[in-house]
């Protein structure tokens, strides 16, 4: 793959692929090949990259918890890790179910299994109370989806501590 500068300024991406023939003397007689212009591929890949980039900026610089799940967390921002306590590989060991209290779990299984099956839908929690790897209690704020993923479904879900706000209250 290069890269070609043309006349007006404008950057081609292209693929070259080709076959030298030599002669008895091994001296190169005739090339034969083909180049193909892949500047689109190249730049949809580059606005991938970009997009990627800026997500992680995004997703790891957030104040806020953001996590997508199914029957385990796939990915966890590091506010998540902050909020809860777990590492991001303890948390892709844990159902999501772990985290939230006792009353609330026969529901989020519920919801679990509906968002897993395609149902598109949103749940909001003012404030609810969960419990952190140290045993500790913190009033969080939920919202969670349904999200296309990776040819399925999971849940996408952003959580703040609002323990803080709520004792000031």
């Given at each position: 793959?290069?890269?070609?500068?043309?006349?007006?300024?404008?950057?081609?991406?292209?693929?070259?692929?080709?076959?030298?023939?030599?002669?008895?003397?091994?001296?190169?007689?005739?090339?034969?090949g083909t180049i193909q212009d892949i500047s689109s591929e190249a730049r949809i890949k580059n606005e991938l990259k970009e997009s990627e980039e800026k997500f992680r900026i995004i997703s790891e610089r957030a104040n806020i918890a953001i996590f997508i799940f199914q029957y385990t967390f796939i990915y966890?921002?590091?506010?998540?890790?902050?909020?809860?306590?777990?590492?991001?590989?303890?948390?892709?060991?844990?159902?999501?179910?772990?985290?939230?209290?006792?009353?609330?779990?026969?529901?989020?299984?519920?919801?679990?299994?509906?968002?897993?099956?395609?149902?598109?839908?949103?749940?909001?929690?003012?404030?609810?109370?969960?419990?952190?790897?140290?045993?500790?209690?913190?009033?969080?704020?939920?919202?969670?989806?349904?999200?296309?993923?990776?040819?399925?479904?999971?849940?996408?879900?952003?959580?703040?501590?609002?323990?803080?706000?709520?004792?000031?209250?």
């Amino acid at each position: 793959t290069h890269r070609l500068l043309l006349k007006n300024n404008v950057i081609k991406y292209v693929h070259e692929q080709g076959r030298v023939y030599k002669d008895e003397n091994n001296k190169p007689i005739r090339v034969v090949g083909t180049i193909q212009d892949i500047s689109s591929e190249a730049r949809i890949k580059n606005e991938l990259k970009e997009s990627e980039e800026k997500f992680r900026i995004i997703s790891e610089r957030a104040n806020i918890a953001i996590f997508i799940f199914q029957y385990t967390f796939i990915y966890a921002n590091e506010a998540m890790e902050k909020i809860f306590g777990y590492s991001k590989d303890e948390l892709s060991l844990i159902h999501p179910t772990f985290i939230i209290p006792v009353d609330n779990i026969e529901k989020s299984d519920k919801n679990l299994e509906r968002r897993l099956k395609g149902e598109f839908f949103t749940e909001e929690y003012d404030s609810i109370l969960i419990t952190t790897k140290d045993g500790d209690e913190r009033l969080v704020s939920l919202q969670i989806t349904t999200i296309p993923y990776k040819g399925g479904f999971a849940g996408l879900g952003t959580l703040t501590d609002v323990t803080e706000i709520k004792k000031a209250q």
